[in-house]
């Protein structure tokens, strides 16, 4: 894995991907965050050494460096989710590719069904801790001392000081954005109403199929993360209702606007 990451860092540092000062997986709510970048590279994941190629409809597929305001970014334009047949260092991968670039900012996006009572869909939720249900952790295995320690501390995975700051812009633009914990299960299926009370009765306000791994593993590292989450359905006690892939993108897309305007602001301040 070491080698393979330096193999493709070197690779993108050649196309003048540079000591970016975030990088950011563009889940979904976040697509029109590269309406704002300044784009500079764009590199399709298949053109990349040892890139995974992202499966998932509605996922693009490029890898973009630019700049927000006077900040460098890099953006995967499309994540890789377990349930697609990665292996979990697969899914990880462009982690501790933006890393290694010099990376020290992680920002995540996806989409998730709501829990708590107080959620509708379309909210905005910063994530403020996670609760980890994958079947595979993204550490298993023997640790590399390169890429961090054995044992990580994950009590305070989500960086507070970031959070305050959205906060903070929200307030601003007059927008409410909620607070909650992301769990994460493995998908693609979506929850069943008991597996919906299950997750409430846990401790969790949301749930999806993303988003933990890449923390985790952005944490060995040594990073900061900030993550925020779409609700895209709910799964709260008497209003558990069908969803399908096609309603979580509308309901992605229309917090999009708000989020990457939030987002922006965010980087460039």
């Known amino acids: 894995m070491w080698n393979k990451v330096q193999e493709t860092v070197s690779f993108l540092k050649e196309k003048g991907f540079s000591t970016p000062d975030y990088g950011i997986i563009l889940g979904s709510g976040l697509g029109k965050l590269v309406d704002i970048i300044k784009v500079e590279q764009s590199l399709a ?3 990349i050494p040892n890139f995974p190629v992202s499966t998932v409809q509605g996922h693009q597929g490029k890898l973009i460096f630019g700049t ?6 890099v953006c995967l334009q499309g994540r890789f989710h377990f349930y697609e047949g990665w292996s979990m260092q697969e899914t990880v991968f462009p982690v501790r590719v933006m890393k290694y670039l010099g990376t020290q900012n992680l920002i995540v996006s996806n989409a998730s069904g709501g829990v708590n009572a107080k959620f509708k869909v379309g909210d905005i939720v910063i994530i ?3 609760i980890n249900m994958m079947p595979l952790h993204p550490l298993h295995g023997k640790n590399d001392d390169r890429f961090g320690p054995r044992f990580v501390d994950m ?4 960086d507070k000081p970031m959070i305050a700051k959205m906060q903070k812009i929200a307030k601003e633009e007059n927008i409410k954005l909620h607070e909650g914990v992301y ?3 493995q998908g693609p299926t979506f929850e069943t109403p008991a597996e919906y009370g299950m997750v409430r009765a846990l401790g969790a306000d949301c749930v ?3 988003t933990v791994p890449e923390v985790i593993v952005a944490k060995h590292m040594g990073m900061t993360c900030f993550g925020v989450s779409v609700i895209t359905d709910l799964g709260v006690e008497g209003i558990v209702e069908s969803v399908s892939h096609e309603e979580v993108q509308i309901a992605a897309k229309s917090a999009e606007k708000t989020l990457s305007k939030l987002v922006g602001r965010f980087i460039a301040e």
């Open 68 to 73: 927000i305001g006077t900040k460098k970014v």
């Open 183 to 185: 769990m994460a299960l």
């Open 128 to 130: 403020n801790d996670h």
């Open 208 to 210: 999806g199929m993303s």
């Open 45 to 47: 994941y298949e053109d």
């Open 155 to 158: 009590h305070d995975a989500y």
